[in-house]
C-alpha cells in the first residue's frame, strides 16, 4: 500500500464549510462577509520585551519594532504581529513561512534567550467583514467593539460564542476582523456565527 502520509493534500479545519460561508455572505449583500484563510503560519515568540533581541527581531521581521502596547499589532506587508502578553507575541504570515520567519527570529535573537513555537496547526483563522461585522461579533463576544474602544489595529484574547479567540481588528480599509481559533473548535464556532449571521441574510 502507497504511503499517502507526505502526499496527501492538507484540508482545512472548515473545508467543509466553504460553500455556507460562501452563501450566506451572497445572500447579506455586503452586510457581513464569511470565510476562513486557512493553513496562515502562526508562530509563537516569547522573549524579553527590553531586552536587546526585541528590537532586533522586529527589525528583522521587517516590522518597526513588535507591539509594546498591551493588545495591539503591528504589521508590515503579509506579516502581522500580536501583542498577547508582556513578553509574547504571536506572528501570523502566509501559508508556508513558519521556517523563514522562525530563522529570522532566532538569527536576530543571538544569544538572548528566545522560544519560537509553531502553533499553525493549533487554530484557523475565519475572516468576518462587512458593514455589519462589528454587530454580529457583538452578539457573542463581552468586549466593547465599538471602533472607539476596539480600533483597528487592536486585538485581544477573549470568547466568542463561548469559545476562545484571538480577536483581530485588522487596520487595512474594509479589512474586518480575524478570528484566531482552536482547530477542535472551528465547526461550532462557524455554526454559531451562520446562526447568528441570519438576521442579515
Wanted: proline content about 6%.
Amino acid at each position: 500500500m502507497a504511503d499517502t502520509a507526505l502526499t496527501a493534500r492538507p484540508r482545512s479545519p472548515l473545508a467543509h464549510a466553504a460553500g455556507r460561508l460562501a452563501a450566506a455572505t451572497r445572500s447579506s449583500r455586503g452586510a457581513v462577509r464569511l470565510a476562513e484563510l486557512p493553513f496562515l503560519t502562526q508562530l509563537d515568540v516569547r522573549l524579553d520585551a527590553r531586552g536587546p533581541a526585541a528590537d532586533a527581531v522586529g527589525l528583522a521581521l521587517g516590522l518597526q519594532q513588535l507591539p509594546l502596547e498591551p493588545n495591539t499589532v503591528v504589521r508590515a506587508g503579509d506579516l502581522t504581529a500580536l501583542w498577547l502578553g508582556p513578553d509574547e507575541w504571536l506572528l501570523v504570515g502566509p501559508p508556508g513561512s513558519e521556517r523563514d520567519l522562525e530563522s529570522r527570529v532566532r538569527e536576530a535573537a543571538g544569544d538572548e534567550p528566545v522560544s519560537v513555537t509553531d502553533v499553525s496547526a493549533q487554530r484557523t483563522t475565519l475572516l468576518v467583514a462587512g458593514e455589519r461585522a462589528r454587530d454580529l461579533l457583538a452578539h457573542g463576544c463581552s468586549l466593547d467593539l465599538h471602533p472607539r474602544a476596539f480600533a483597528p489595529g487592536r486585538c485581544a484574547q477573549t470568547t466568542l460564542g463561548r469559545t476562545q479567540v484571538v480577536l483581530v481588528s485588522r487596520d487595512e480599509p474594509r479589512a474586518g476582523f480575524w478570528v484566531l481559533v482552536r482547530s477542535s473548535f472551528a465547526s461550532y464556532l462557524t455554526d454559531w456565527l451562520l446562526d447568528a449571521a441570519t438576521e442579515y441574510v
